[in-house]
T-cell receptor, first 114, second 116 residues
Framework: DAKTTQPTSMDCAEGRAANLPCNHS???????VYWYRQIHSQGPQYIIH???NNETNEMASLIITEDRKSSTLILPHATLRDTAVYYC???????????????FGKGTHLIIQP | ETGVTQTPRHLVMGMTNKKSLKCEQH?????MYWYKQSAKKPLELMFV???????ENNSVPSRFSPECPNSSHLFLHLHTLQPEDSALYLC???????????????FGNGTRLTVT
């Protein structure tokens, strides 16, 4: 998996959009960008993933730059329950029939302020 | 409900005990994973099973022994552990589709293990 760089921590006001950046300048052409989050004492929760195009689902939006060297996860209306550690991972999209575990870094601790 | 169930949620064991962690996935996936999360450290991938065959073993000590009897169940057998093995052990599953993109990992809520 390509190395990713994220800020250690971020604050965001409740009700505002939370924008979490991630740098993955060494990402290869067959690697997706995945985002997960982990709330204290729970397992990581899948949020979204993408290859080239921007993606949106009911939880968040993922904006990937044209050169794919960085991305931003957007939580459009942050709530207190969005306080968690957010992990950005660049991982293999195709494994030729095998399975690849993803490599997690230290992530960004997002704190939503009331 | 995450679709991946781990039991027990908490486990305290002595260094001479033998215990097993259990994971069951209800998502129809065909790949399963064990991760270890120690305090203040990133998640560490321990074992990967694809189609019930072990495909990755990341230099894990032999006191940890995985077993995958079928695509829905995964065990981690523990014996003669050390206090530094105390951690949150997480199970995950995904769908492997050959040359098609793999599905994201879905995690359970883990077993909090304390070795005394």
């Amino acid at each position: 998996d390509a190395k990713t760089t994220q800020p250690t921590s971020m604050d965001c006001a409740e009700g505002r959009a939370a924008n979490l950046p991630c740098n993955h300048s060494t990402i290869s052409g067959n690697e997706y960008v995945y985002w997960y989050r982990q709330i204290h004492s729970q397992g990581p929760q899948y949020i979204i993933h993408g290859l080239k195009n921007n993606e949106t689902n009911e939880m968040a939006s993922l904006i990937i730059t044209e050169d794919r060297k960085s991305s931003t996860l957007i939580l459009p209306h942050a709530t207190l329950r969005d306080t968690a550690v957010y992990y950005c991972i660049a991982g293999a999209a195709y494994s030729g029939g095998g399975a690849d575990g993803l490599t997690f870094g230290k992530g960004t601790h997002l704190i939503i302020q009331p | 409900e995450t679709g991946v169930t781990q039991t027990p949620r908490h486990l305290v064991m002595g260094m001479t005990n033998k215990k097993s962690l259990k994971c069951e996935q209800h998502l129809g996936h065909n790949a399963m994973y064990w991760y270890k999360q120690s305090a203040k450290k990133p998640l560490e991938l321990m074992f990967v099973y694809s189609l019930e065959e072990r495909v990755e073993n990341n230099s894990v000590p032999s006191r940890f022994s995985p077993e995958c009897p079928n695509s829905s169940h995964l065990f981690l057998h523990l014996h003669t552990l050390q206090p530094e093995d105390s951690a949150l052990y997480l199970c995950a599953s995904s769908q492997v589709r050959g040359t098609y993109p793999n599905s994201p990992l879905h995690f359970g809520n883990g077993t909090r293990l304390t070795v005394t």
